[in-house]
Nanobody, 119 residues
Framework: VQLQASGGGQVQAGGSLRLSCAGS????????IAWFRRAPGKDREFVAA??????RSVYADSVKGRFTISRERNTAYLQMNSLRPEDTAVYYC???????????????WGQGTLVTVSS
């Protein structure tokens, strides 16, 4: 499985961005896809994940009601609305076949895309 993240950029507080994670590999469609982020000087943190088949999604408390994770065929998306300066980070998509959705023990990772939110 290979992942390619894109869609990052610079936006003002209150704005929106949509990140994409394009996956390849025959098993991708059956994997759980997640987004994590790493802000400057901070540890990597879970943002959102979606499990194939169940249609179940989970979110970090800090993004609930503002971010929406979805997937269509071989691409997963993270729609980010009402962005805040504290959302500034490098965002990574990840994929796994099984395991805790919120723990960064994913076997496959994209290269990261930078999101900068200015106040």
């Amino acid at each position: 499985v290979q992942l390619q993240a894109s869609g990052g950029g610079q936006v003002q507080a209150g704005g929106s961005l949509r990140l994409s994670c394009a996956g390849s590999g025959h098993a991708f469609r059956s994997y759980t896809i997640a987004w994590f982020r790493r802000a400057p000087g901070k540890d990597r943190e879970f943002v959102a994940a979606i499990r194939w088949g169940e249609g179940r999604s989970v979110y970090a408390d800090s993004v609930k009601g503002r971010f929406t994770i979805s997937r269509e065929r071989n691409t997963a998306y993270l729609q980010m609305n009402s962005l805040r300066p504290e959302d500034t980070a490098v965002y990574y998509c990840a994929a796994q076949s099984a395991g805790d959705m919120t723990v960064p023990n994913y076997g496959y990772w994209g290269q990261g895309t930078l999101v900068t939110v200015s106040s």
